[in-house]
Nanobody, 125 residues
Framework: QVQLVESGGGLVQAGGSLRLSCAAS????????MGWFRQAPGKEREFVAG????????YYADSVKGRFTISRDNAKNTVYLQMNSLKPEDTAVYYC??????????????????WGQGTQVTVSS
């Protein structure tokens, strides 16, 4: 059974940075596509960023493009989300996701097979 555990969330002022981490266990991490989603109070859950199994291809929601960077370390079974120039509208619970479909751009929650419990990110103005 694959487990994903997020960490690194917290409270930050607008314009600041945070780095989220997601540690995977129980599966073949290096073969999975990974992603990050977020859900703000009262809003739909939305795709944030995704990365291919090799790390060679990354893709982002327009709302975070140029500010967020997804990366992975397959030796450490960990995926990261570096968030810079944070805005109050980035406030949400951030979820790490994993998929056994390695070669596709996956932007829907239901396309993923594994999900973490989430970590809260709060950006104050």
């Amino acid at each position: 059974q694959v487990q994903l555990v997020e960490s690194g969330g917290g409270l930050v002022q607008a314009g600041g940075s945070l780095r989220l981490s997601c540690a995977a266990s129980g599966g073949t991490f290096s073969s999975y596509s990974m992603g990050w989603f977020r859900q703000a109070p009262g809003k739909e859950r939305e795709f944030v960023a995704g990365i291919y199994w090799s790390g060679s291809i990354t893709y982002y929601a327009d709302s975070v493009k140029g500010r967020f960077t997804i990366s992975r370390d397959n030796a450490k079974n960990t995926v990261y989300l570096q968030m810079n120039s944070l805005k109050p509208e980035d406030t949400a619970v951030y979820y790490c996701t994993g998929s056994a479909r390695p070669g596709l751009k996956l932007m829907r929650w239901g396309q993923y097979d594994y999900w973490g419990q989430g970590t809260q990110v709060t950006v104050s103005s």
